[in-house]
């Protein structure tokens, strides 16, 4: 059972996180960090005690920006004293920065980096011997389809897979002050202009829908899913035995001795369904083999489905 797993890393190496708290006090610091990206403080945590946890010998991660997360995962490695990252990047300057942190941080022995496109450059290594990926790249359900075909079914199992940017359908959060509203902000036709020529390849999947729950308190509020790799992961999950999942947004609220709210205040934009700043903890932890399972099982129903009915062509 995953949740038990993660309960099992928390209360062991719980305590050893005060150490980790100089990445959250420097998350905006673009010394350290130009590109600024928003991985909460019991996601971190979390994540460094199950890698201690595990004690894998590989961990595979796509895609580590300036490095923040990948200090987690490298610092966990560290104190085993055994076990790399291997980790991929896109952007060659991103990367030199990342490469700058693992550095700073003493963790560079640990730490192994692979300039270009992932869908090319993980070849490079055995990915059979991954004993946990941590996905927090392109957000498309294109790349989500690309890695339950290409990179999950060649993992074992068990293997705990760490998608980021994913909330639960049951979420109620807030965007700065309400959801995104279309002709809100993040819809306005400034907003749309800068992706269309900044990021034109993301443009429909960064659009965020607009439907708005009002809870107990009278305030609209959302499930804080923006991306459309966080739509169609949702739809697998829902296949998903409750033992093969858990999102760290149900579970940090169980562990106060970690202090998972400390770093709220520090949350950009996001907010509760009460308004008030909120570290969301956006991490969907899952298995590979089952979540592998579900997706092929809806690829087989759109198969079946798209034969029925011609015009179907796709889950």
């Known amino acids: 059972m995953l949740t038990t797993v993660l309960d099992e890393a928390l ?17 905006y610091n673009r010394g350290f960090f130009p590109v600024q990206g928003q991985y909460d403080w019991f996601s971190g945590q979390a994540l460094y005690c199950l890698v201690r946890h595990l004690r894998p010998q590989q961990v595979a991660e796509i895609s580590c920006a300036n490095g923040y997360s990948s200090l987690f995962m490298a610092l966990a490695l560290r104190e085993n004293a055994s076990g790399r990252l291997e980790t991929f990047e896109l952007s060659a300057k991103n990367a030199r920065c990342a490469q700058e942190n693992f550095c700073r941080f003493g963790v560079e022995a640990c730490v192994r980096v692979h300039v270009g496109d992932a869908r090319r450059t993980v070849s490079e290594i055995p990915l059979e011997e991954t004993g ?12 989500a389809r690309w890695y339950l075909e290409t990179l999950l079914p ?3 199992p068990q293997v705990p897979v760490h998608i980021h940017d994913i909330l639960p359908p049951h979420a109620r959060v807030r965007h700065f002050h309400g959801p995104p509203f279309r002709g809100g902000w993040t819809v306005s036709w400034f907003y749309r202009a800068a992706v269309r020529l900044l990021r034109p390849e993301q443009f429909e999947h960064a659009r965020i829908p607009a439907d708005a729950v009002r809870t107990h308190n009278g305030r609209l509020t959302y499930d ?21 999942y858990v999102y760290l947004y149900d579970l940090a609220d169980r562990y106060p001795e970690l202090g998972p709210r400390d770093f709220d205040r520090q949350a950009v934009g996001r907010k509760s369904a009460d308004d008030q700043p909120m570290e969301w903890n956006e991490s969907l932890w899952c298995y590979a083999g089952p979540l592998t399972a579900a997706y092929r099982a809806l690829v087989v129903e759109a198969a079946t489905a798209a034969v029925a009915s011609p015009e179907e062509t796709r889950a």
């Open 224 to 244: 804080g899913n923006h991306f459309a790799e966080a739509r169609f992961l949702n739809r697998l999950v829902g296949r998903l035995a409750p033992d093969d």
């Open 11 to 27: 209360r062991t190496y719980g305590r050893e996180t005060p150490r980790l708290r100089v990445l959250p006090e420097n998350r």
């Open 132 to 143: 946990l990926l941590f996905l927090d790249s392109l957000h498309s359900e294109d790349f």
């Open 154 to 156: 060649r993992l074992p």
